[in-house]
């Protein structure tokens, strides 16, 4: 009996032994994967926060493009078409035309007036004496009964006058219709090239009187 006990008391303490010797250690820490799994952290950190810029962006273009929506309005663009539009026929090349030759000729009047201006300032100084002829005219003016003359006026504004008046105004309001104002626009185009040739004359008046002066 006695034997059989300290037989299985060896054999137990055989298999704890055993047990002890054939249990693994554990692993040494890997410190090349901490890195790598610090690496996929921070990359997926990189990816959220530009995800997250993406985002923003996306929304400042939303707004952007409802701000554009509202102020291209339907009215907006009508009313921008028409402005175009008027303009192309405003600018188109007969009306160019006529005042770009309107600039020219009247560009070529204007230097035949400078020698003219120039000679107006003896002319100035001629007149000088003749204010001091003048004044005394002037004081007899001064004495006049300008009361009596502005009730004279006053007396010529009777309701008959100012009705005469409006009637008038009225006349010339029916006479400026669009129509008239076409023709206007129209004959001044005509009269163009006589302007050019009024130009030319006067600048060759002016050269003649300065040269038969000299």
Known sequence: ?????????????????????????????????????????????????????????????????????????????????????????????????????????????????GPLLDGVGPLLEGIGPLLEEIGPLLSQIGELDLGGLVSAVSGLLTPETIKTIGDLLNNASRLLTREFVDQISQLIADVAPLVSAVAQFVTALITALLGGGQ
């Open 1 to 113: 009996m006695h034997l059989l006990k300290y037989f299985t008391a060896a054999v137990a303490g055989a298999a704890t032994m055993s047990g002890v010797v054939a249990s693994p250690s554990p692993a040494p820490l890997d410190l090349s994967s901490l890195e790598a799994i610090e690496a996929l952290l921070a990359r997926d950190k990189v990816a959220l926060v530009s995800r997250q810029n993406l985002g923003d962006a996306l929304g400042g273009l939303t707004d952007l493009l409802a701000s554009l929506r509202r102020f291209l309005s339907p009215d907006f663009l009508d009313d921008t078409h028409s402005v175009v539009t008027g303009l192309a026929g405003l600018l188109a090349p007969p009306f160019v035309n006529q005042t770009r030759g309107l600039i020219n000729e009247a560009g070529g009047l204007l230097e035949g007036i």
